[in-house]
């Protein structure tokens, strides 16, 4: 069971990018998926999840209408759509996945997670 993220970089402020995570979780359950940040001397934040169907999604309200979580039809890959950034998005971007989930639940704390993948950095220069 692995998530491996991708797609981080430099960009500037009021600039997009696409960040990607690659799940390997088998067959045997569903999972519900989340991108959550973390930026220096600051907690890790869940800022958008998506349930195993796609169907529903949940922002925090900083991110809400600039974002925009997704997976793929075959569930393997998720991706966050990140537009109009700000410096105060600047973070170690984390994907995770939680077990077991219904088809339309979407997990929004950080402790229903049960797998993490590697975080991928998110840098905007003003």
């Known amino acids: 069971v692995q998530l491996q993220a991708s797609g981080g970089g430099l960009v500037q402020a009021g600039g997009s990018l696409r960040l990607s995570c690659a799940a390997s979780l088998g067959t045997s359950s569903r999972y519900g998926m989340g991108w959550f940040r973390q930026a220096p001397g600051k907690e890790r934040e869940l800022i958008a999840a998506?349930?195993?169907?796609?169907?529903?999604?949940y922002y925090a309200d900083q991110v809400k209408g600039r974002f925009t979580i997704s997976r793929s039809y075959n569930k393997i890959t998720m991706y966050l759509q990140m537009s109009s950034l700000k410096s105060e998005d600047t973070a170690v971007y984390y994907c995770?996945?939680?077990?077991?989930?219904?088809?339309?639940?979407?997990?929004?704390?950080?402790?229903?997670?049960?797998?993490w993948g590697q975080g991928t950095q998110v840098t905007v220069s003003s």
């Open positions: 998506i349930s195993w169907s796609g169907g529903n999604t």
């Open positions: 995770a996945a939680r077990r077991n989930s219904r088809s339309g639940y979407v997990p929004v704390n950080a402790d229903e997670y049960h797998v």
